[in-house]
C-alpha cells in the first residue's frame, strides 16, 4: 500500500479554496490515477478566522507558509498566495530547497525567476508545474512541454487574459462601462489582486514570456515584451471595429521574425469571422503554428476558482505519479538567450483613430503624412458630428476619422502620426490598435 501524498497549501482564496473542495469532491478518482491517496495536511492564508466556505479545521494551520514549506509532514507545497516576489518567492524556494515538489499558478513569480526556480528544482531533482499559471483550465503547458514536443513552434498566441476579454465582450455586446464589468470580474474571482495586472496587460504579458520559453526554448524574457493594455479603449472603437467587420481583443504574441523572436501583447482588430474573435467573455485560446503538427488552437475558460484548480490537480497527479520533467521542456542551462525583435520593425495593418478638427484642409493633410511614410491606406470613415451651430461643415470641432492601413511598419506609423500632432489638425493622440490579418 502506497502511502498518500501530503499536500501543504499556501494561500486559501479563489484557487486555494477550489482545490481544497475539489481535492474532497475528486478524492476517488484521484486515488485511482494516481495509484495513492492525495491528502491536504497544511494549510496557510493570512487570516484563519475567514469564512472560505471549506472545511479547514482538519489541516494543521500555519501563519507562517514558508514554515508550511518547511513542515516536516508535507511532501508537495502548492503556493497559491500570488505576487512575483515577497511571501509566495520564499514558500517557492523553501520548498524546493527543501526537496518537495512544488505546484504553483503564479504566472507573475515565474515571469520574473522562473529559470531560478527551474534549476532550484532540477539541481533537487524535483518537480515544479504551473500548468495553471497560463490560461486557467488550459491545459497548454503540457502541450507544448510533452505532446508537442517534436515540432519546431513558429508562432504562439492568443487571448491569455479571462478578465480583458470578459471586460471586452461585455462592453461590446451589454454596452457596459468598463468599471462596472471590470467590479464583476472581480467579484467573480477572475481578476488579480490588484487588477491593473490584467488590464494594464502584465498578466498576459507574464504567461506569455512562459509560453515563449516553453514553444522556443530561449530564456524567459518578460521585460522584451511590449505592452499595452485595454483600458484606453472605448465604445467608440469598439463600435468602429463592428462596423468594418473587426472584434477587438487582447492579443498575446510570440513569433519569430528574421530580426529575433517578437513579443507583444496589445489590443489587436481581429476579423469577426476568425475563430479567435469568436472567444467570449472569461474563455482564453491559445493558437500554436507548428511544424509539423500544423495550426492547433485551444479554447477553454481562462480564470477562476475552478478552472484553474483542474490544472492544480493535473500537476498534482504528476506529483503523486512520481513523474519529474524539465519545468521549461529542457535543462535551463539549454535555454538560449533570444534575439529581440523592435517593436519598430512590426509589420502589420492599423487602425487609427483621430479627433480631427472639422475644418479645409485636415482630411488632405493627414493623407499627406501617410503618403509621405508610404502607408496605404484600405479606408477611410470620417463620423458625421453632432448638429453644429452653424451648419457649414467648418465648425473646427473635433470629429472621429478612423484611418485602415494595408500592411507598414510601426515605425512608419509613429513617425506619421509624429508629424500630424505638429500639423496642429488634431485634437489629442490618436488611437492606435494593431490589425491581425491572414
Ligand atoms: P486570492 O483570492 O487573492 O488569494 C490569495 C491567498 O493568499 C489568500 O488566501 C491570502 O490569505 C493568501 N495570502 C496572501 N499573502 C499571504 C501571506 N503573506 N501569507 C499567507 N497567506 C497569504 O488569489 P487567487 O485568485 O486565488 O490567486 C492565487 C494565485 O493564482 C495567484 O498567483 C494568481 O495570479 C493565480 N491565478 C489565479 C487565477 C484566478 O482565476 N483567480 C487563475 C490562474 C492563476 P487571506 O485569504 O487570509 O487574505
Ligand atoms: N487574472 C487572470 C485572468 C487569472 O483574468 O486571466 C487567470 O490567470
Not at 497560463?134 to 478578465?163: D, Q, Y
Not at 509589420?347 to 508610404?374: C, F, K, N
Not at 472621429?400 to 496642429?424: K, Q, S, W
Request: hydrophobic content about 45%; proline content about 5%.
Amino acid at each position: 500500500m502506497v502511502e498518500a501524498l501530503r499536500v501543504g497549501i499556501a494561500g486559501l482564496g479563489t484557487v486555494g479554496a477550489s482545490v481544497v473542495r475539489l481535492l474532497d469532491a475528486h478524492a476517488r478518482t484521484l486515488e485511482a490515477r494516481c495509484g495513492r491517496g492525495v491528502a491536504i495536511v497544511a494549510v496557510s492564508a493570512r487570516d484563519r478566522s475567514r469564512d472560505r466556505g471549506v472545511d479547514i479545521s482538519r489541516f494543521e494551520w500555519f501563519d507562517d507558509p514558508v514554515a508550511l514549506a518547511r513542515a516536516p509532514g508535507v511532501d508537495c507545497v502548492i503556493e497559491l498566495m500570488g505576487g512575483s516576489d515577497g511571501p509566495a518567492k520564499a514558500v517557492v524556494e523553501a520548498a524546493l530547497a527543501a526537496g518537495r515538489p512544488v505546484v504553483t499558478a503564479n504566472k507573475a513569480l515565474l515571469a520574473h525567476h522562473g529559470a531560478a526556480l527551474a534549476r532550484l528544482a532540477e539541481d533537487k531533482g524535483v518537480s515544479i508545474g504551473f500548468e495553471a499559471a497560463v490560461a486557467g483550465g488550459i491545459p497548454i503547458v503540457k502541450a507544448l512541454r510533452e505532446t508537442l514536443a517534436g515540432n519546431v513552434v513558429h508562432r504562439i498566441s492568443g487571448i491569455l487574459n479571462g478578465t480583458c476579454n470578459y471586460i471586452l465582450s461585455r462592453m461590446e455586446l451589454e454596452g457596459l462601462g468598463f468599471e462596472e464589468v471590470l467590479a464583476d470580474a472581480q467579484r467573480l474571482g477572475y481578476a488579480e489582486a490588484d487588477p491593473t495586472f490584467d488590464v494594464g496587460g502584465f498578466d498576459t504579458a507574464h504567461k506569455l514570456a512562459i509560453l515563449t520559453s516553453l514553444a522556443f526554448g530561449t530564456q524567459i524574457d518578460a521585460d522584451a515584451i511590449h505592452i499595452e493594455g485595454i483600458s484606453s479603449i472605448t465604445p467608440l472603437d469598439l463600435k468602429m471595429a463592428d462596423d468594418l467587420g473587426y472584434r477587438i481583443k487582447l492579443l498575446g504574441v510570440a513569433q519569430r521574425t528574421e530580426t529575433g523572436i517578437e513579443q507583444r501583447v496589445h489590443p489587436t482588430m481581429t476579423p469577426k469571422t476568425w475563430p479567435i474573435a469568436q472567444v467570449m467573455g472569461v474563455t482564453n485560446a491559445v493558437n500554436v503554428l507548428a511544424e509539423p503538427v500544423g495550426e492547433i488552437t485551444l479554447v477553454g475558460p481562462g480564470a477562476g476558482g475552478d478552472a484553474t484548480a483542474s490544472s492544480i490537480l493535473a500537476d498534482l497527479v504528476d506529483v503523486a505519479r512520481g513523474v519529474v520533467v524539465s519545468p521549461f521542456a529542457q535543462p535551463v542551462a539549454g535555454l538560449e538567450r533570444a534575439e529581440r525583435a523592435p517593436m519598430q520593425r512590426h509589420e502589420g495593418g492599423y487602425y487609427i483613430r483621430l479627433s480631427v478638427l472639422d475644418r479645409p484642409g485636415a482630411a488632405a493633410a493627414i493623407a499627406t503624412r501617410m503618403a509621405e511614410r508610404q502607408i496605404s491606406l484600405e479606408s477611410i470613415v470620417q463620423r458625421r458630428p453632432g448638429p453644429r451651430p452653424s451648419g457649414d461643415g467648418r465648425s473646427g470641432a473635433p470629429v472621429p476619422v478612423v484611418l485602415i492601413t494595408y500592411a507598414t511598419t510601426e515605425a512608419a506609423i509613429r513617425a506619421a502620426i509624429e508629424a500630424m500632432m505638429a500639423d496642429g489638425h488634431i485634437a489629442e493622440p490618436p488611437q492606435v490598435i494593431r490589425i491581425e490579418r491572414e
